[in-house]
């Protein structure tokens, strides 16, 4: 499960359903909202509204690659 923890150092955090417990998290822009996952399930895009971008998380990675 991903969700995104909206403040001015915005992050994505990644939920471990199975283990209750939060497997990592991950810094973005800022507020950042929508998460949708590539077709593949390797990236996660997540809008970051007040910088008006898109983070592309590599999910295998847990870290953002690109900032478009």
Known sequence: ???TL???KGSVGVIDLAKK????VIPVGHTP???VPSHD???LYVNNRI???VSVIDLSQKKEIALY
Do not use: H, Q, R
Request: proline fraction near 5%.
């Open 33 to 35: 909202y929508s998460p």
């Open 21 to 24: 417990s939060i497997e990592a």
């Open 41 to 43: 399930g390797k990236y």
């Open 1 to 3: 499960l991903y969700v």
């Open 6 to 8: 909206g403040s001015v």
């Open 51 to 53: 910088d008006n971008n």
